[in-house]
């Protein structure tokens, strides 16, 4: 089973930034689609970002313009640039490999954004 860990949340005011990081132990993420999810407290995991093994990339229409998914093969970690920061993106943000159907490896344990106002 892969082990993904995310990393790098924290609480941030309104307007500011944050860089998460999702890497792997054991197992190398380049040459797998990668997405980051976030699940906010009574709501359903979203994904909010996707990236190929190519590098094309896509975005929910919420993080548009804001968000940045990118990934460094060569430290085995995907990131995701987070600026303009809302109190709606307020959740715990997650990675996960993708294939066809969705997400396809274990969940970690995510990383806790915190927005406030």
């Known amino acids: 089973q892969v082990q993904l860990v995310e990393s790098g949340g924290g609480l941030v005011q309104a307007g500011g930034s944050l860089r998460l990081t999702c890497t792997a132990s054991?197992?190398?993420?380049?040459?797998?689609?990668m997405g980051w999810y976030r699940q906010a407290p009574g709501k359903q995991r979203e994904l909010v970002a996707d990236?190929?093994?190519?590098?094309?990339?896509n975005y929910a229409d919420s993080v548009k313009g804001r968000f940045t998914i990118s990934r460094d093969n060569a430290k085995n970690a995907v990131y995701l640039q987070m600026n303009s920061l809302k109190p709606e993106d307020t959740a715990v943000y997650y990675c996960?490999?993708?294939?066809?159907?969705?997400?396809?490896?274990?969940w970690g344990r995510g990383t806790q954004v915190t927005v406030s106002s």
């Open positions: 054991g197992y190398k993420l380049g040459f797998d689609d």
């Open positions: 990236i190929t093994s190519g590098a094309s990339t």
């Open positions: 996960n490999i993708l294939n066809h159907f969705g997400p396809s490896g274990s």
